[in-house]
């Protein structure tokens, strides 16, 4: 009983010892279990023809392609299609219909080649690389996180992209200082949707780290020196920068080619703009840019919102933001609560990423 216990556990020991062998020479047990899954599906298409198509071979090529790192899915893609070839060659019921399932099969093949080629770029398997990607975009919205406040003041962020997508150009950074200063950017950089998104990423983290450390006057300029240091082909972004003290409601707006920043008085009843013009990020060193300063009161709200809210094509800007301020005076007229949502969803259209932050100072 013994000899017979140690014969049959011998063959196990030796795939045992190559499995082993075959993860120190690189190979993944991803890799392993689909040889053997392709290996297997073909004994069972030659085997048993009837019930057992050829079209059972994608579903490694398929689990593959989303599994697999780039050095290893251009050759087990290339493993699939000769099994597939050795397969058809042992099958005696072959016609016009299983020919056209190879033809299928090996154009998929191909194209995940072409797929597994372009990620190669990237390093990674395809749900690694969705994995990172989902990473990186809560960041950037981790990034436009709203610090706690103190009760009396209301901030609202909304974002719309392009399509529909979580990657956009335009994006917020947040800053509270430990002496009471809320410092908001609201950036909108070239491009729109996923094109933009990389660039995002980049420049939120590095502007999140240029406010924490420079005094309000130093971050515009300082950002302009970043992207001008950068060299990109669309290198340049627009941004409106405001400096906040939350006791005395005194505040500072900046702007670098973006549209002006609007704000409502209470006691008048009315939105006005605040006229801060500076040039584009990226484009001019050691530019400068303007100041608008002044005092929000209880009751008073401000708007610092991206191009995509007001720029229609072949009319002046101005109409746009005048048309915006005027949805602003019927939407928000007595309740800020949800109002930067309810803005953006009666101005602008889907085809331009669009951003508005809200600021309330409230009555009581």
């Known amino acids: 009983m013994t000899e017979q216990a140690s014969m ?17 020479t690189g190979w993944s047990m991803e890799l ?7 290996v297997g599906m073909a004994v069972l298409i030659v085997t048993f023809p009837s019930w057992a198509p050829l079209m059972m071979l994608v579903l490694p090529l398929a689990v593959g392609s989303l599994v697999l790192g780039p050095k290893e899915l251009p050759w087990f893609v290339v493993f699939v299609l000769l099994v597939l070839a050795l397969t058809t060659t ?6 016009a219909r299983s020919a056209v399932t190879v033809a299928v099969v090996f154009a998929l093949g191909f194209i995940i080649l072409l797929a597994s080629f372009r990620r190669s770029r990237l390093g990674v398997a395809g749900v690694r690389g969705e994995s990172m990607l989902v990473d990186l975009r809560d960041r950037i919205l981790k990034q436009g996180t709203i610090p706690d406040l103190p009760d009396d003041w209301q901030v609202e962020w909304e974002l719309r992209s392009a399509g529909g997508t979580l990657f956009a150009g335009d994006f917020v950074v947040a800053s509270r200082a430990s002496c009471g200063r809320l410092d ?19 420049l939120s983290g590095a502007f999140g780290g240029l406010m924490g450390a420079l005094s309000p006057e130093e971050f515009l300029p300082a950002a302009n020196d970043y992207l001008l240091r950068q060299e990109w082909v669309e290198g340049f972004a627009s941004a409106v920068h405001l400096s906040l003290d939350l006791t005395t409601g005194r505040y500072e707006v900046r702007s670098a080619g973006h549209p002006p920043a609007a704000l409502h008085d209470a006691g008048a009843g ?3 703009v605040l006229d801060t013009e500076g040039p584009l990020l990226g484009l001019i060193p050691g530019a400068e840019f303007p100041v608008s300063t002044g005092t929000m ?13 007001v720029e229609t094509k072949g009319r002046d800007i101005s109409m746009g933001i005048d048309r915006m301020l005027g949805q602003a ?10 109002g930067a949502a309810r803005l953006v969803d009666a101005v602008g259209g889907p085809d331009d990423d669009r951003g508005l932050l809200l600021l309330h100072r409230k009555l009581a």
């Open 8 to 24: 049959l556990s011998a063959p196990f020991r030796t795939l045992r010892r190559r499995v082993q062998r075959s993860m120190r």
């Open 32 to 38: 392993l279990a689909l040889i053997v899954t392709a």
């Open 90 to 95: 042992q099958r005696a019921d072959m016609n």
């Open 184 to 202: 908001l950017v609201v950036v909108d950089v070239s491009g729109k949707g996923e094109q933009a998104g990389t660039r995002a990423l980049l």
């Open 270 to 272: 009315r939105w006005a």
């Open 297 to 309: 009161r209880r009751g008073d709200a401000m708007l610092l919102y991206t191009d995509g809210l």
């Open 329 to 338: 005076e019927r939407v928000l007229r007595g309740d800020f609560s949800n």
